[in-house]
């Protein structure tokens, strides 16, 4: 019954350093997101994935970078991280078809301070 | 171009009142459109969602929402707020071109607080 799973829940970063955000669900879902919470911005699409081997950008992508190399597994890197990357980052998958079709469930978040 | 908005940051209510956030959109076809909400330190759950059919939707924890064409809304609405509801609801709707990838593009988020 795990759903989407990501870990670390919490990370501080020193500016300059690097990172993966891990993100693994259980559900057979095609389709993955990445997405950061800034307060009172919403969400915002980092990096999306349609099926394994395929990525492309969201709309905010620079700085980023993500792989899918299972379906299970959508990690994001941060390659060189900057204060402007303090967030809360939420992974998310869904189905292509059926009744739960577009429903994107969530992970808990990972709670990320770059300093 | 698509988009939605959530006019306000906050609703405050009184437990055991009728409670309503609200939720306008923009997209040039038919919408599909959904409510998420998120409590603290968690990630956003799905609570409902409007694809065809009936204008009024049912949804989880006694939720519901209604579509108005017209006005381009889609408010959510529950007839008795209880404390247990104080959370950050999401309006989204589905990206129009992206029908074959289920992005989504979210409101700002409106933070219900329901007072004892």
């Known amino acids: 019954n795990a759903g989407v799973t990501q870990t670390p829940k919490f990370r501080i970063l020193k500016i300059g350093q690097s990172m993966t955000l891990q993100c693994t669900q259980d559900?057979?879902?095609?389709?993955m997101y990445w997405y950061r919470q800034d307060p009172g911005m919403g969400l915002k699409l980092i990096y999306y994935s349609v099926g394994a081997g395929i990525t492309d950008k969201g709309e905010v992508p620079n700085g980023y970078n993500v792989s899918r190399s299972t379906t299970e597994d959508f990690p994001l890197r941060l390659e060189l991280a900057a204060p402007s990357q303090t967030s809360v980052y939420f992974c998310?998958?869904?189905?292509?078809?059926?009744?739960?079709?577009?429903?994107?469930?969530f992970g808990a978040g990972t709670r990320l301070s770059v300093l | 171009a698509q988009s939605v908005a959530q006019p306000e940051d906050q609703v405050n209510v009184a437990e055991g009142n009728p409670l309503t956030v609200k939720c306008t959109y923009s997209v040039s076809g038919n919408p599909y459109l959904f409510w998420y909400v998120q409590y603290p330190n968690r990630g956003l759950q799905f609570l409902l969602k409007y694809i065809t059919g009936d204008n009024l939707v049912k949804g989880s924890y006694g939720f519901e929402a209604e579509f108005n064409k017209s006005q381009t809304s889609f408010h959510l609405k529950k007839p008795s707020a209880l404390v247990s509801d104080s959370a950050l609801y999401f309006c989204a709707v589905r990206d129009e071109g992206s029908s074959n990838t289920g992005k989504l593009i979210f409101g700002q988020g409106t933070t219900l607080q329901v007072k004892p």
């Open positions: 998310a998958s869904t189905r292509q078809g059926g009744s739960a079709k577009n429903i994107q469930y």
């Open positions: 559900m057979n879902h095609n389709y």
